[in-house]
């Protein structure tokens, strides 16, 4: 009874590969978030879909693509990996956005090689 | 910069004495929610407390906020070890969007 799920849990690949990560929630939530915490634990927010449309789009390198094909479910999908994009990467949902609390994933630690 | 600031950056205890961690932001705000994260693990909410409130407990948290001096503290008393985490300060302002502070790490030693 996971509330908000990702995978992979750890995903290792080399430079210039392209790799997804999913997430999916089950409380019913309508907005979802994509978050990337470095190595000093700064967590910053990438994107934010309610009702399966973006409603923030933070600087994020075009080569971040997020795709949410319902509301229980936010994909991250990441071209031409770089080493810079090494992190971890959190998925949250809330009911509202940003007027409750955010219910976050385990993570999914990214190394690129 | 990063909306919130917290500090100290790290803070140890001992077991049973009180913690006090503090976050300051620089706009204004709807909403400032409290969050621990365990090593490895994802962020936890612990509390909420809204633009209108000064003040707001939870078990053995208290939470205070001084919407003039755009700063709020998060205070757990009686800490154990398993208080051990990172905390971190998220500030709500317009457009929904949520901005963490750095976190302060805090370790209660047994």
């Known amino acids: 009874d996971t509330a908000v799920s990702q995978t992979p849990k750890y995903l290792v690949t080399q430079m210039g590969n392209d790799k997804s990560i999913k997430c999916e929630q089950n409380?019913?939530?309508?907005?979802m978030y994509w978050y990337k915490q470095d190595s000093k634990k700064f967590l910053k927010i990438m994107f934010s879909?309610?009702?399966?449309?973006?409603?923030i789009n933070e600087t994020v390198p075009n080569r971040f693509s997020p795709k949410s094909p319902d509301k229980a479910h936010l994909n991250l999908h990441i071209n031409s990996l770089e080493l810079g994009d090494s992190a971890v990467y959190f998925c949250?949902?809330?009911?509202?956005?940003?007027?409750?609390?955010?219910?976050f994933g385990p993570g999914t630690r990214l190394t690129v090689l | 910069s990063q909306q919130g600031e917290e500090d100290p950056q790290a803070l140890s205890i001992q077991e049973g004495e009180n913690a006090t961690m503090n976050c300051s932001y620089k706009?204004?705000?709807?909403?400032l929610q409290w969050y621990r994260q365990n090593s490895g693990r994802g962020l936890v909410h612990l509390i909420l407390?809204?633009?209108?409130?000064r003040e707001k407990h939870s078990g053995r948290l208290r939470v205070t906020l001084d919407t003039s001096k755009k700063s709020s503290s998060l205070l757990i008393t009686a800490s154990r070890a398993a208080d051990t985490a990172s905390y971190f300060c998220?500030?709500?302002?317009?457009?929904?969007?949520?901005?963490f502070g750095d976190g302060t790490t805090l370790t209660v030693k047994p």
């Open positions: 949250a949902s809330s009911q509202d956005p940003g007027r409750n609390e955010q219910f």
């Open positions: 998220a500030t709500e302002g317009n457009a929904g969007k949520s901005t």
């Open positions: 706009t204004s705000i709807n909403n």
């Open positions: 407390i809204r633009s209108n409130e």
């Open positions: 409380l019913g939530h309508d907005t």
């Open positions: 879909y309610n009702n399966k449309e973006l409603i």
